[in-house]
């Protein structure tokens, strides 16, 4: 007696799809998350421009009994120009997938071109910081190359850069509760950094960095918050900018970017932040038949306050393989 | 051939250094010819390559015409025919080791083998020790534009014939340079100070090119022990919080430009920074802050500046970018695709250049196809 197994039947289909799809690895786009949002109008030109206007002289002299009045003063004003650009990207899918394939094709594709145009978003605005904004190299590290890993001190020097420019901060601290391991979080920046770089935080813990699990309570925390130090608060992606061999010692230099608010703004035009384009499948040959699925944005950046970010360099205390 | 197929054509006068051409797409095909190399055929000459991108990046067939001369075949292996795209962050050539670096203004930079780089080229340095104590790693890391003098030299712009450099020799272990792929994907932007002049106007001058105009409003950022730290955007004692800033009043050339601060009285810079205290030393820099401003100095009604930027006779000094024209000091967005033909040599003419010489007139056309067989 044989028994029948599907080894030994004759071919049939044996293949059932999952009824979830798996995840895509995705990095947190921390970048979008702290910036300003400025819309432009339709029909509003190309540039979007930012008016700035300077502080006058605050007048603290008396004025006597000469009846003179002082000379007056002449406002002036700081112009920033952001100049509109176009994105886009998009996938063209023949009718036979569509007819054929068992899932939803256009429903997954749709998703993957929206994570796509974000994570564009989110680059841009990276690349454009990493292009525009000032540098300080970290220099209270231990490991001897330029810039050195992060030290304590660093972030108390980019604190207190920020702070003597009067920028503003985004966060306000987190008032101490009565709970073992836990401290209170100051008012803080927001540093922008590699995940690359979790370790060199955890070497920290004890010289001034707190987890953010060690935080009095999380409502506040944003969910790439890593932890924070003094007045600073560590938000880590895996997209942060590093540039391989690029140190003194031919070490990997990070780009940390601290910054407060209004230091960074991404501009929209009429709220053309997205447009996902969907083509029915249409006859474009004898027989072709294709769909197509696009996405479309429009995006300008500009640093509104080069006062109020900084991109604080470092390299790693060890270089680990991730 | 459907519709979603890209086709481009266009031509070009060779510099004889590798050639970057920007497309709306990266092609899978390119054909070149040299009209120049066609009309007087020349030992040498590349009149026609070909590349496609199943041969790889950098590769090529190429016609080249032998001593008769009469046409021949060959291949490029290196510097041939490649794309690109300039907006994926901070990419790098290669690192090639250092062989020397002499104590000298301009310092010149020796490579261990040909660097491939053209004047105008930016690159960063690492690893400078002659000895653990001695040595250039105070300018470690800093972008350099290069003025090319040979086929393994160039100068950079920064002074070494000072006390605290030690020249390199022996090619040190460890000690290489690497091209700044695409550094300027933003600009105007961040820049590296090498020399500042101080008087009644200070001429700044940059280790790369600034990409300012005049009128763009600035920052510096010095290190104290860099000197002229006085120029720093700090808070005005004057009135409260509010940064100092300057403008340029004049642009010398791509690396210098005259700012309207007057610094008789400030500290002169120093660039001879010691050996044994470049670790955790950041670089002065030259900031661009917002578009064509004043750095609040207050304008006559016949200053060329004003009333505003948007009446400044721009000409041929606009900014161009893929979306047109920018305005002056805007912040202009310079990623972009295509490809490049590069300078590379045939494997049997080591004497062919792929793009030709300064001069020759090369047309072109690229491809990127709906499909490829085999799938």
Redesign the interface.
Known sequence: MSITTTGNLGPMILQSLAPAMLYVPTPTMNYITVCDKVSMPTSGGTTCRFMRPRALIPPTIQLGNAGIDPPAQVPQRDIIDAQMAFFGTGCIINEQVILQDQEGVLAWVSERLAVAMRQAEDLILRDYIVSAASQINAGGGSNGDNPTNLGISDFSLVATTLDTNNAYKFMSGIEGMDRFGTGPVRSAYFMLSSTELQTDFDALVGSGFLSQWNYPTNASALPSEYGSVFNVRILTSSEAPVARQASANGGDVYYNTVLGKQAITHINQDGYSMNLIYRDPYYSGMLAQNATLAVKFAQAQAITQDTAIRNLLSTRLANLSP | M???SRLAKGFFTSTGAAQVIKLPFQPDAVEMWNYSSYGTPAQHGVPYAYWDVNMGQGFAVEQVFNATPVLTTDTVTTNGISTFAA????Q?GA?LQIASITKANPAVVTTGSAHGLKSGDVV?L???YQSSTTGM?QI??MPFTVTVTGATTFTIPWNTNQSNYTALSGSPT?A?M?KVLYP???????SVISAITTGTTTTVTTTAAHNFVVGQ?V?F?IPTIWGTYQLN???NS??????I?GYVVSVTDYHTVVVNINSTAFTAYNSNQVFAS??????P?I????????G?V?ISANSPLYP??YLVPIGTTQVS????P??L?????N?SQGFVIGAGAGTNDASSVLVGANGNVIYWRAFLHDMSVPF
């Open positions: 459907t519709e979603y907006g994926q962050l901070l790098y690192q960063i690492s690893g400078l790693q470690a890391g460890g290489f690497r300027y994907l933003y600009f105007p932007g961040t409003e920052a950022r955007s700090l808070p004057v009135v409260p919080g509010s940064p800033y470049f670790s955790g030393e950041f670089f820099q900031v661009a802050v917002g578009d064509v401003n004043t609040g207050q505003s930027p970018t893929i979306n047109g920018a305005i000091g805007s912040y202009v967005n990623t």
